[in-house]
């Protein structure tokens, strides 16, 4: 295949494993990696890499025209904790990234874009249970304002000039290869890293908050599946809910204990208490399953198993 791809916020916690999945799949060459900051060894050394600010309109179309890119994948952001304590930056970063992907498609330069939207795009008056694909949304962080904002430019771009443009609202992701980078679910990353250094860990938010999580994999899978699938496939141009688990800090405890009986976890709630508390506690990922064959592998004992025997 001759199509090359360009990746940007390429060393994040889903970007970095985002390019190695696209390289294998189509070769070193044909995936450029990009971000504002080098990566680690590995994703330099197995494809091309540009330095990038997504917010360089000029810096990205010489880039594109370059490389003859055909596919975008926009990974740059400010995460959610992060986006609270720099609304402006955030907003700015989140928003001029995403015009000038999607302008760069209007322009007919790029073919397809991958967009990645969040959990957060709802807020304290959505339904907190099997949240549905279309209902209150309201979101009451920056950062879940502009991932709304977001979505609604997407689907303007597409109805309006055509764009291809496919997105999921991603839960919280777990994954042990890469650490995350400033959200509200951090946690489930970190209390594997601590249940096994130290033994313990405290968590930032309060035992009882449910919130959906989602292991890496099938993070990656999702993402791969949607921009694979047909085009008359996507019937939603603003963003796909998506779903694999969802659980509480307490339960997560539980499932550590299982392999490590002497974990303790303790609890010092912050401000991102607040945020995840203006967010669902599980999806309804009905219209991805239907329209694209959308199908998680990874619940939380699944999970629990993969990453106690890959950090160990
Ligand atoms: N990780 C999650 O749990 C999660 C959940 C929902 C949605 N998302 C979304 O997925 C996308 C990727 O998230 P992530 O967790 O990998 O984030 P991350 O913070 O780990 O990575 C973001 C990357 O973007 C880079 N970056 C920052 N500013 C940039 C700029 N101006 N130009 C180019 N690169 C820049 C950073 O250096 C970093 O490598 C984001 O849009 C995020 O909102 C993530």
Not at 112 to 132: C, L
Not at 194 to 213: I, V
Not at 248 to 261: D, G, M, N, R, W
Request: charged share 25%.
């Amino acid at each position: 295949m001759s199509k090359s791809i360009l990746i940007i916020g390429a060393c994040g916690q889903i970007g970095s494993e985002l390019t190695h999945t696209l390289r294998e799949k189509y070769g070193g060459d044909k995936v450029v990696a990009s971000d504002i900051r080098e990566g680690d060894d590995h994703l330099m050394e197995s494809g091309p890499f540009e330095i990038l600010d997504a917010t360089d309109f000029d810096a990205l179309e010489e880039i594109v025209a370059y490389w003859e890119i055909e596919e975008v994948y926009l990974m740059a952001a400010m995460l959610s904790a992060t986006a609270e304590k720099f609304p402006m930056r955030a907003w700015n970063l989140n928003m001029n990234s995403l015009f000038n992907v999607l302008n760069l498609g209007k322009d007919k330069k790029i073919k397809k874009i991958f967009w990645p939207s969040s959990i957060a795009v709802f807020g304290p008056d959505t339904p907190k249970q099997n949240t549905p694909q279309h209902t209150i949304m309201q979101p009451s962080t920056v950062y879940g304002i502009s991932k709304q904002s977001g979505e609604r430019w997407c689907e303007y771009y597409h109805r309006k000039f055509g764009v291809d443009i496919r997105s999921v609202r991603y839960p919280g992701l777990i994954s042990w290869k890469t650490m995350p980078g400033g959200g509200t679910t951090d946690y489930a990353v970190e209390v594997y890293h601590q249940a096994l250094s130290n033994g313990k860990y405290s968590c930032f938010l309060k035992p009882d908050t449910e919130l959906p999580m989602m292991f890496m994999d099938d993070a990656i899978r999702a993402t791969l599946k949607i921009m694979e699938s047909d085009t008359g496939k996507i019937k939603v141009r603003s963003s796909y809910n998506l779903a694999a688990m969802s659980f509480t800090p307490a339960q997560v405890a539980k499932s550590i204990q299982k392999q490590l009986p002497d974990f303790k976890m303790e609890y010092a709630p912050d401000f991102r208490q607040a945020i995840a508390d203006s967010w669902p506690g599980s999806i309804d990922d009905s219209a991805a399953r239907d329209d694209w064959g959308w199908q998680a592998e990874f619940d939380l004992e699944k999970t629990t198993t993969e990453m106690l025997d890959h950090l160990k």
